[in-house]
């Protein structure tokens, strides 16, 4: 099979997520062979060209760990900042709800029913506070080993055997 029929029937890679594509990096260097469109098709997984001409077996194998292990720490560290950012957003806001309730309760004149709702919104949103402020117990990192069989991965040569 050609290089552009292979990636031509991109449905290989539309039918489900994969996390590695591994490809030959003379194939990459060709003009014109529809890498393009394999990799516009590769949604997030990590395209790791490799010269298969002069990697043994060995280090095919060191290449695609070290892949999948930096995946998995990018992944990680956007998922940190992603909950950091939320956690920030959320503090700002209970901080909002705690000035402004303060400020309603300090009114003159305010509805004993009203005062007490005021007064149990403070709580939930003191309560709240209380909880965003709690450092999180610290987790022990996880060591990351990909099996030897990793995640879905679909190697480019293999289309080009068939």
Request: hydrophobic letters at 45%; one cysteine or more; proline letters at 8%.
């Amino acid at each position: 099979m050609k290089p552009s029929e292979a990636v031509g029937k991109g449905w290989a890679l539309r039918r489900r997520e994969f996390a590695l594509i591994v490809v030959d990096q003379s194939l990459v260097e060709q003009p014109e062979n529809g890498m393009d469109s394999l990799f516009k098709h590769a949604g997030l997984a990590i395209p790791l060209e490799i010269n298969f001409a002069i990697s043994g077996c060995g280090r095919v194998v060191r290449e695609v760990r070290a892949a999948l292990m930096r995946r998995e720490r990018e992944k990680n560290l956007a998922l940190s900042a992603a909950a950091s950012s939320i956690q920030s957003d959320l503090r700002d806001a209970v901080a909002g709800l705690l000035l402004q309730s303060q400020l309603a309760l300090a009114e003159p004149g305010i509805a004993p029913p009203l005062a007490e709702r005021l007064h149990l919104l403070l709580e939930l949103a003191s309560n709240l506070r209380q909880r965003l402020d709690q450092p999180e117990p610290p987790v022990a990192a996880p060591i990351i080993r990909p099996p030897m069989r990793s995640a879905p991965a679909v190697m480019y040569s293999a289309l080009l055997n068939q």
